[in-house]
């Protein structure tokens, strides 16, 4: 039925499990979970949470060198396992290597979020915490309490991939690499007015109660969830009705539109849904203190080898977004990926993904410093790889 479908969508947008990494759907590899607390958080709003709490998992361990740590933080709705994609023999990330860090970004219900904090800052209450307040907090907890003190690289899909530019903005030495996919460095306008319409959408249940729900709104949650849908893949996965080969025979397109609508993120929280948009919409590195809202000064400050990789048809982060912000970065490789799958693609939405991905950002950390394939080419022009959207046929699916 239709909900291998719905495991998949949860795999590569929401990180609940492995994606694809085995038959089982279970990761090979599973992170050792870990909290962090942090004591008068101050949050760029302005509001001080008394604790502030970061829930992360981690793979592997530091070595005596201390030189083997890869930072993953975590996209929309995801927990530590969201990168479960990544990690494995044959993949970019082996955790007998390395040392990786998967963190939980605040307002998924499990770090500190609208749903599991206390009074005056319950629910509605919360305040609206950025990129940077999630990027602080994770510098606390890697150089205090894990002892890190340098990167090998932040790789992030998504709101993750924010979190890698802001990481490589706010601290330009802390890393040697950082590898976006799908997630760009600024949310520009019209991706604050798509998110706009999923939280119109949710908000306008009148179970809602501006945020002070006693049972979740329901309605306005699979009103989201539609609208939310609508966006995550590309106009011909839907034409070509790619959710087939998710499928066994006699699926229709009513019962995969149905699942996502009543379960595009089972057990959600309404206000935690709403706090993370509210994070994601805010996203600017031009806005980092120093670059007085100029992005492009902001790009043009990145240290770190940067592998951007945005998704061909993503309609959440376009590609021409990408283009865009690349030529303002140093060194900066452009490598889009050549997929339908829409956004999903930056996380192996498809096997063809999954392949392409990891074989280039395993190459990438594998480069030497100021060498390698990915540099003997002007800073920021795309990477010599074809950027034609392929088949269905074409990609082994």
Same mark, same amino acid.
């Given at each position: 039925?239709?909900?291998?479908?719905? &495991?998949?969508?949860?795999?590569?947008?929401?990180?609940?499990?492995?994606?694809?990494?085995?038959?089982?759907?279970? =990761?090979?590899?599973?992170?050792?979970?870990?909290?962090?607390?942090?004591? #008068?958080?101050?949050?760029? #709003?302005?509001?001080?949470? +008394?604790?502030?709490? @970061?829930? $992360?998992?981690? $793979?592997?361990?530091?070595?005596?060198?201390?030189?083997?740590?890869?930072?993953? +933080?975590?996209?929309? !709705?995801?927990?530590?396992?969201?990168? *479960?994609?990544?990690?494995?023999?044959?993949?970019?990330?082996?955790?007998?290597?390395?040392?990786? @860090?998967?963190? /939980?970004?605040?307002?998924?219900?499990?770090? #500190? #979020?609208?749903?599991?904090?206390?009074?005056?800052?319950?629910?509605?209450?919360? +305040?609206?915490?950025?990129?940077?307040?999630?990027?602080?907090?994770?510098?606390?907890?890697?150089?205090?309490?894990?002892?890190?003190?340098?990167?090998?690289?932040?790789?992030?899909?998504? !709101?993750?991939?924010?979190?890698?530019?802001?990481?490589?903005?706010?601290?330009?030495?802390?890393?040697?690499?950082?590898?976006?996919?799908?997630?760009?460095?600024?949310?520009?306008?019209?991706?604050?007015?798509?998110?706009?319409?999923?939280?119109?959408?949710?908000?306008?249940? /009148?179970?809602?109660?501006?945020?002070?729900?006693?049972?979740?709104?329901?309605?306005?949650?699979?009103?989201?969830?539609?609208?939310?849908?609508?966006?995550?893949?590309?106009?011909?996965?839907?034409?070509?009705?790619?959710?087939?080969?998710? /499928?066994? *025979?006699?699926?229709?397109?009513?019962?995969?539109?149905?699942? $996502?609508?009543?379960?595009?993120?089972?057990?959600?929280? *309404?206000?935690?849904? @709403?706090?993370? !948009?509210?994070?994601?919409?805010?996203?600017?590195?031009?806005?980092?203190?120093?670059?007085?809202?100029?992005?492009?000064?902001?790009?043009?400050?990145?240290?770190?080898?940067? &592998?951007?990789?945005?998704?061909?048809?993503?309609?959440?982060?376009?590609?021409?977004?990408?283009?865009?912000? *690349?030529?303002?970065?140093?060194?900066?490789?452009?490598? =889009?990926? +050549?997929?339908?799958?829409?956004?999903? %693609?930056?996380?192996? %939405?498809?096997?063809?993904?999954?392949?392409?991905?990891?074989?280039? @950002?395993?190459?990438?950390?594998?480069?030497?410093?100021?060498?390698? %394939?990915?540099?003997?080419?002007? %800073?920021?022009?795309?990477?010599?790889?074809?950027?034609?959207?392929?088949?269905?046929?074409?990609?082994?699916?």
């Amino acid at each position: 039925m239709v909900k291998k479908l719905l &495991l998949f969508l949860t795999l590569a947008c929401f990180g609940i499990s492995s994606l694809r990494a085995q038959k089982s759907d279970e =990761p090979l590899f599973k992170p050792e979970p870990h909290e962090f607390i942090i004591h #008068s958080f101050r949050t760029e #709003s302005g509001v001080t949470l +008394p604790e502030a709490k @970061i829930v $992360y998992g981690t $793979y592997g361990r530091l070595n005596a060198a201390g030189d083997n740590a890869v930072l993953l +933080p975590s996209h929309y !709705m995801a927990d530590m396992n969201g990168y *479960a994609w990544l990690i494995g023999p044959g993949k970019a990330l082996d955790p007998t290597h390395q040392f990786l @860090i998967a963190t /939980e970004l605040f307002g998924n219900g499990r770090s #500190s #979020s609208p749903s599991n904090t206390p009074e005056p800052f319950r629910g509605p209450r919360f +305040p609206v915490t950025t990129i940077r307040d999630n990027v602080e907090a994770v510098h606390q907890l890697l150089t205090t309490q894990l002892g890190v003190r340098h990167l090998q690289a932040v790789v992030g899909f998504s !709101m993750g991939a924010q979190q890698a530019f802001q990481w490589a903005v706010s601290y330009p030495d802390f890393m040697d690499r950082i590898v976006a996919t799908s997630g760009t460095a600024k949310t520009y306008g019209h991706g604050i007015l798509r998110l706009e319409s999923e939280i119109t959408a949710l908000t306008t249940d /009148e179970a809602f109660k501006g945020g002070d729900y006693t049972t979740e709104p329901v309605k306005g949650i699979q009103a989201f969830s539609i609208v939310w849908t609508a966006w995550l893949f590309s106009q011909e996965w839907w034409r070509q009705e790619l959710w087939k080969t998710e /499928e066994p *025979a006699g699926t229709t397109f009513d019962q995969v539109v149905e699942h $996502y609508r009543t379960n595009l993120i089972p057990g959600a929280d *309404a206000n935690n849904l @709403i706090l993370q !948009m509210r994070t994601w919409e805010r996203h600017d590195v031009g806005t980092t203190p120093g670059f007085g809202g100029n992005v492009q000064k902001a790009l043009g400050s990145i240290k770190a080898r940067v &592998l951007y990789m945005p998704s061909e048809t993503d309609l959440y982060f376009p590609v021409t977004d990408a283009r865009y912000e *690349a030529q303002f970065i140093p060194r900066c490789s452009l490598l =889009p990926i +050549p997929s339908l799958w829409g956004h999903p %693609a930056g996380a192996g %939405a498809s096997p063809a993904d999954l392949k392409f991905l990891n074989e280039h @950002i395993g190459e990438f950390l594998k480069q030497n410093p100021g060498g390698g %394939a990915y540099w003997r080419q002007s %800073a920021c022009s795309p990477t010599p790889f074809s950027n034609a959207l392929r088949s269905p046929a074409q990609k082994g699916m």
